[in-house]
């Protein structure tokens, strides 16, 4: 089985979602205790745990204000201050990576509610403070914002400034052309997927000698990013 996907542009959507604890390929909510990697978190202060991973979906504390078709996210499954000692210490770093080929601007609007104080960078330059604590939510909206060509980088800081190391609920897009929710950096435009399925006659559990191939498998590749579903029978 051989194919390629992908040209260029082809499947590459203009527009990417930054609601959190949103599953990006169906639009439905990621379940509480799991983990939402669109969002990788890379930085707390915490000597114990392990950066970078992906934020945890987690059930909003009592005071913490809940929107429609988005969930807060926790720096861990506990959300306790762990190695914490100082407030006013950057414990919860969070970012979340796009790919744009072309270099161009883009629509970006974003809605942001956090329990503590708090920072909002694109590519290393600020866009704005949250304030201590993020209610009503913070909004920031740019129709021109300035993207690389190449990986652009949407990054939340948050401040353990009341204690708890607290999460991030976002409302969020960006709109332009040519982009591509990535992880760490913009990816090659063709993907190619080969490979054959033998029929194991002599049970040997090894190809030696040849086994005689089998027809009519149906391979099946997703892209969990963007939902898209491709389907090959040999």
Known sequence: VSFAQCAVGSCRPNSISFNTGVQPNTGLLYPYNSFDGTWSIIADSDPNTMEQRGAW???????????????????????????????????????????????????????????NQGRIYLNG???????????????????????????????IEVDNFTGIAAGINIVGSLTTGGLDMLTRACGPQYVTVHGAVKDDIDLSGSDVPPDPPLGGVQVQLTNPSLGIQIVNTT
């Open 57 to 115: 979906v987690g059930t909003n504390y009592p005071a913490w204000p809940s929107r429609p078709g988005v969930q807060w996210l926790w720096r861990d499954s506990t959300n306790s201050t762990g190695g914490d000692s100082v407030l006013g210490t950057t414990v919860y770093t969070t970012e979340f990576f796009v790919c744009n080929p072309a270099g161009s601007t883009g629509n970006l609007s974003l809605s942001v509610m956090t329990p």
């Open 125 to 155: 330059v600020l866009l704005t403070v949250i304030a201590s604590p993020g209610y009503p939510p913070v909004s920031y909206i740019n129709p021109g914002a300035s993207l690389l060509s190449g990986t652009n980088v949407l990054r």
